[in-house]
């Protein structure tokens, strides 16, 4: 039971971890702070992430990553894209 306890909490700890780092890479891309990040800002996120990125290129991952399909990834959207 003890060792099941442990794994648990480890587990929590590193998802509670992964959510903060992720926020802080969030925040840092959401150039002009309205919460959500769009075409423009994923494209900055991309360059400082791979290099040149071409803008044809960011519009794929960004249509990917934005599963509702609003042309801004949220803060959901973006956990998910990030951990696929
Ligand atoms: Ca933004
Ligand atoms: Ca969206």
Not at 39 to 65: N, Q, T, W, Y
């Amino acid at each position: 039971m003890k060792k099941i306890l442990f794994v648990h909490n480890h587990a929590t700890q590193f998802v509670r971890l992964d959510l903060a780092e992720l926020r802080k890479t969030f925040d840092a891309c959401d150039l002009n702070g309205d919460g959500f990040i769009n075409p423009e800002e994923f494209h900055a996120l991309l360059i400082k992430l791979d290099g040149d990125v071409s803008r044809e290129e960011c519009m794929l991952d960004f249509d990917i990553a934005d599963t509702e399909g609003d042309g801004y990834i949220g803060f959901k959207e973006f956990i998910v894209w990030w951990t696929n």
